[in-house]
T-cell receptor, first 115, second 112 residues
């Protein structure tokens, strides 16, 4: 039973380029959460999605960042025109339902480095 | 503003020592407190605490919650080098059943 999968594990982008981070939830999970972790900071909630719906994007910067979770395929976190401050670890988590926050299973993360 | 504060930020001990990690919180409509262990990858779930004074235990790890004083501790006895990790504390509120409020973590290093 595969866990949450994220790819790529490491991504290097130059300033101004686009970054696409992918997350495949655990089998049977229809809820996906994206978090950003900066050095010496805890995980910061970015966005919560269900299939084909963005439920809450209150933690996501209004510009340059977008997320989707299509009917088929992985969830995508997209960062346009990356800047150095976007360098961080981005974690995706999935859960089987809304009412089980503690059942968020995390992926291995994507470490984004902007040069 | 809701917040979760962990202390210390980092801790270095020798194998065999016992460590206590702290997590204090100020969260409206507290529902539960969760502990995670993060190594060089994803956080993995350790404990969920909802009631004061009831110790949760898993091997050498144990945790307890004090809802009056608004804090939790995570104890690790007879530490091993494999315990080296960042330990994260998160709090869930009743009115937000998916958003967790995270502490910054305690970086624990166990020296052989």
């Amino acid at each position: 039973n595969a866990g949450v999968m994220q790819n790529p594990r490491h991504l290097v982008r130059r300033r101004g380029q686009e970054a696409r981070l992918r997350c495949s939830p655990m089998k049977g999970h229809s809820h996906v959460y994206w978090y950003r972790q900066l050095p010496e900071e805890g995980l910061k909630f970015m966005v919560y999605l269900q299939k084909e719906n963005i439920i809450d994007e209150s933690g996501m910067p209004k510009e340059r960042f977008s997320a989707e979770f299509p009917k088929e395929g992985p969830s995508i976190l997209r960062i346009q025109q990356v800047v150095r401050g976007d360098s961080a670890a981005y974690f995706c988590a999935s859960s089987p339902s809304t009412h089980s926050s503690y059942e968020q299973y995390f992926g291995p993360g994507t470490r984004l480095t902007v040069t | 503003e809701d917040k979760v504060v962990q202390s210390p930020l980092s801790l270095v001990v020798h194998e065999g020592d016992t460590v206590t990690l702290n997590c204090s919180y100020e969260v409206t409509n507290f529902r539960s407190l969760l502990w995670y262990k993060q190594e060089k990858k994803a956080p993995t779930f350790l404990f969920m605490l909802t009631s004061s004074g009831i110790e949760k235990k898993s091997g050498r790890l144990s945790s307890i919650l004090d809802k009056k004083e608004l804090f939790s501790i995570l104890n690790i006895t007879a530490t091993q080098t494999g315990d080296s990790a960042i330990y994260l504390c998160a709090v869930e509120a009743w009115d937000s059943n998916y958003q967790l409020i995270w502490g910054a973590g305690t970086k624990l290093i166990i020296k052989p």
